[in-house]
């Protein structure tokens, strides 16, 4: 996924901006959004482990930022401990019980367990202890302020990054109730019912966010991925009449997040992706994007792999020769693996034509 510091910025000036052009709005609610908007960025080191991911299926989440069931045993005598950020002992409880301040231990906190190898090796217990005493100050936080939207979204987040799904859905759907117009928080709400399983729920709730803040990629993007990935529920639960028009509609919502941020190349990538989900794949069109792609790489790996993903358009519309003398241009290491793949793939192809 595109880094994470991209979509909260874009959706904190997205959430600014609505606020700002909405003259209808009370001053208090107008404050409202342009809190949450100062605020929503805090997460940008961080993204949820596995978008859209099921019970049944989802990823395992890392153990730098998950809060994790002791079912491994830890030695009788294990090493000493080094030390990790505590709120408490440079700051006074006061401090350690405003947002900012626990915003900058959780920030220090899951820092530290991603870069630091020595701090990664810590025992579970003491990672749940840390991880229990940022959610314990956000629920003391909550209780002073308990209409606080902004401050529910942000748990929400927190509870999201440490697999706490249920508890996070709960944050969210109070924020919902304070703020029912906040794309964010339709957002974390349509991806909890894709998770479990309310596709039109989430179809609703995802589409929302895209019209609440049309101008943020980020939602564009994760519409996409929603529509590609329960293509079949959406046709059997009737929102879409056939898998070809939800191939289309998600084709179009890469089409549009690629287009907000032409400057980012995950976004580039998986819209020249969609061109192969269509129903049937529209190799022209593959070929094409991916053309634009491999003229635009500042790399020499990322042009190559764009001339991959042409031969891979060229293969499956029987232009073997063509499609072998572009592999044959690749020469990177890293690329190895998806030549060989993609040799394979056209050996396969072209032996079932004869």
Wanted: aromatic share 8%; hydrophobic share 45%.
């Amino acid at each position: 996924m595109p880094p994470a510091n991209t979509h909260a910025a874009n959706r904190a000036t997205a959430t600014a901006s609505a606020a700002a052009t909405d003259a209808t709005a009370t001053p208090a609610a107008t404050a409202r959004h342009w809190r949450l908007a100062a605020v929503l960025a805090v997460f940008a080191a961080a993204a949820p482990a596995a978008l859209f991911a099921t019970a049944a299926n989802a990823a395992p989440s890392s153990p730098s930022t998950t809060s994790t069931a002791s079912t491994t045993s830890t030695p009788s005598t294990p090493p000493p401990a080094p030390a990790l950020p505590d709120a408490e002992s440079l700051r006074d409880e006061a401090d350690a019980l405003t947002l900012d301040g626990i915003l900058r231990d959780q920030e220090a906190l899951f820092t530290a367990l991603k870069d630091d190898a020595e701090l990664r090796r810590l025992p579970h217990a003491e990672k749940e202890r840390r991880l229990t005493e940022l959610s314990r100050r956000y629920e003391v936080l909550l209780s002073r302020r308990p209409d606080d939207a902004a401050i529910m979204v942000l748990y929400g987040k927190f509870l999201r990054l440490i697999d706490d799904r249920a508890r996070a859905n709960e944050c969210f759907a109070m924020a919902d109730r304070l703020m029912p117009n906040t794309a964010v928080i339709k957002h974390q709400l349509g991806v909890f019912a894709a998770e479990e399983g309310r596709y039109i729920a989430a179809h609703n709730l995802l589409g929302q966010a895209v019209t609440l803040e049309p101008a943020t990629a980020i939602y564009h993007f994760h519409y996409g991925e929603f529509l590609t990935t329960y293509n079949a529920h959406l046709v059997r639960d009737n929102i879409f009449k056939t898998q070809a028009e939800c191939s289309t509609r998600a084709q179009a919502a890469f089409r549009r997040a690629a287009e907000l941020t032409p400057e980012n190349k995950a976004f580039q990538w998986r819209y020249a992706e969609s061109f192969f989900e269509r129903d049937p794949p529209d190799y022209a069109g593959a070929f094409a994007e991916w053309g634009r792609i491999a003229a635009k790489a500042k790399t020499a790996p990322d042009r190559e792999a764009a001339w991959l993903q042409q031969a891979r358009a060229l293969t499956g519309t029987g232009r073997f020769a063509e499609a072998r003398r572009l592999l044959a241009t690749s020469k990177t290491p890293e690329l190895a693996a998806s030549r060989k793949r993609l040799t394979d793939i056209l050996d396969a192809t072209e032996k079932a034509k004869k």
